[in-house]
């Protein structure tokens, strides 16, 4: 069984910056891992994903340059070291981890992150 659990998640004004943490336990050795965010009223959308060993990270266009995906030493942590935060990047933010990149089987409850302008 795998479990995850975010943290990080807080209110911040646009420029700002935040980082999130992803703590996995269980069964994770060789998962990729990514991190996706909801917004009210929007479907859920992919933010930046990293492979097992720290290599072949992913970001979409809407964050790239801005947000920075890592794992720690240990690899149990993935981090998303958000910056220049704009308004339009409130949502809850979920991390997703699995063997095969990009097909997630497993997920975190979420944390909230609101940026006010």
């Known amino acids: 069984q795998v479990q995850l659990v975010e943290s990080g998640g807080g209110l911040v004004q646009a420029g700002g910056s935040l980082r999130l943490s992803c703590a996995a336990s269980g069964r994770t050795f060789g998962h990729d891992t990514g991190w996706f965010r909801q917004a009210p009223g929007k479907e859920r959308e992919f933010v930046a994903a990293i492979g097992w060993s720290g290599d072949n990270t992913r970001y979409a266009d809407s964050v790239k340059g801005r947000f920075i995906i890592s794992r720690d030493g240990a690899k149990n942590t993935v981090l998303l070291q958000m910056n220049s935060l704009k308004p339009e990047d409130t949502a809850v933010y979920y991390c997703?981890?699995?063997?095969?990149?990009?097909?997630?089987?497993?997920w975190g409850q979420g944390t909230q992150v609101t940026v006010s302008s």
């Open positions: 997703a981890s699995g063997r095969i990149p990009d097909m997630y089987h497993y």
